[in-house]
């Protein structure tokens, strides 16, 4: 098994995050350089992790330290930008967080570039290796709910935030890749957000094995937990729920698990795992673990590899024309749609009063749903 050398930039919470999963992982990874403008932040990562080149200079520590793998942990705006110098630098893999752009037309091109350039690249769709997941999918596969039928999909947060993980995790799931979709959507304070988004979407897509996704995200989404006014874990408020002809599973990043199954006996029975916050530092290793075995053997394709996170990215952005162009979107996506979701939704959807009542910071909402 081969070593493969690391550069990373961005040492923020997520950098630090990743630098830890590929720290864990030493007998595949060597990190040779960390890259932060922010000196104070660079030197805390460095040093708790004795990686002893730094810059403040991304092209020099590209260029002097010569990676196998970049890693680049940054806002999504630029990064485009990030896979070109990757591509210039000569990368064999590549490690990135969500969402994978801010556009349809730069996520197709960041996905032609690494194809064209062999490079492999994954996106942090990692929540797939939580135990509450991979619980739901295991009741899934073993048959116990009979034959799945619908996956519903729904986040109090915005699909640029949690709902490019959950597409994900439902394609995961459904066993197949998407065919169709619609969408509708509503509200315009979220666009000017580092992951910009509108307020609400709401969509429905269906898998080529003849399954349906139904998809909420935002503020009108359902909420699994209340208390008064202030709803728990904002960021880890939602669900995924497998409907089957004999029954149904669920499953929250925030670790709960649920289930009526044919062997539970007329019982819901349900449990509780780690919690997303608690879990979050330990999934990076296998993560990136899984990245080095592909690295090694091109058929060892990653979970959440590129070409896969195109596909979720296609997902979210058609539900998004169909709203805005008032028809059915089919996939895969030929001749990319006119305009930027992005843009055109600043133009052309309605803002709604109330729809950024939520305090990120004090977790209430300001209006009742």
């Not at 969408?183 to 307020?199: E, V």
């Not at 162009?325 to 709604?352: F, Y």
């Amino acid at each position: 098994m081969k070593r493969y050398r690391v550069a990373q930039v961005g040492c923020g919470k997520r950098g630090e995050i990743h630098v830890k999963g590929f720290s864990e992982n030493p007998d595949r990874f060597e990190i040779v350089g960390l890259c932060d403008m922010d000196a104070s932040r660079l030197a805390a990562v460095g040093d708790a992790y004795d990686v002893k080149k730094r810059y403040t200079d991304l092209e020099t520590m590209l260029d002097e330290t010569k990676p196998d793998v970049f890693c680049f942990v940054t806002l999504p705006h630029g990064r485009l930008s990030m896979v070109e110098l990757a591509v210039k630098h000569r990368v064999q893999g590549l490690a990135f967080e969500k969402p994978m752009a801010t556009s349809l037309r730069e996520a197709r091109a960041i996905r032609d570039l690494c194809a064209a350039h062999g490079i492999k690249a994954v996106v942090s769709h990692q929540q797939k290796y939580l135990d509450s997941m991979r619980k739901m999918k295991s009741i899934m596969d073993s048959g116990d709910i009979g034959t799945v039928e619908t996956i519903h999909v729904k986040a109090v947060s915005w699909f640029s935030q949690l709902g490019t993980h959950l597409v994900d995790y439902a394609l995961w799931m459904g066993g197949a890749r998407a065919r169709w979709v619609v969408g509708h959507m509503n509200g315009r304070d979220k666009l000017t957000d580092s992951h910009p988004s509108t307020d609400y979407l709401l969509g429905q897509f269906g898998l080529e094995n003849g399954k349906r996704v139904i998809f909420e995200s935002g503020y009108l989404a359902p909420r699994q937990e209340r208390t008064g006014d202030t709803y728990d874990m904002f960021w880890t408020n939602n669900r995924l729920t497998a409907y089957g002809t004999h029954g149904y599973a669920w499953s929250e990043t925030n670790g709960r698990w649920g289930a009526f199954t044919k062997s539970s006996g007329g019982s819901v029975i349900g449990g509780e795992f780690d919690r997303w916050s608690d879990a979050q530092r330990r999934l990076q290793t296998p993560y990136l673990a899984e990245l080095a075995d592909w690295l090694d053997d091109g058929t060892k394709v990653h979970s959440c590899n590129i070409e896969t996170a195109y596909h979720g990215y296609e997902i979210i952005e058609g539900m998004c024309f169909s709203a805005l162009d008032n028809t059915r979107i089919d996939l895969p996506l030929g001749d990319l749609p006119n305009g930027d979701v992005i843009d055109r939704a600043a133009r052309e959807v309605p803002s709604c009063i109330g729809s950024d009542g939520f305090n990120a910071e004090t977790k209430k909402w300001s209006f009742a749903v």
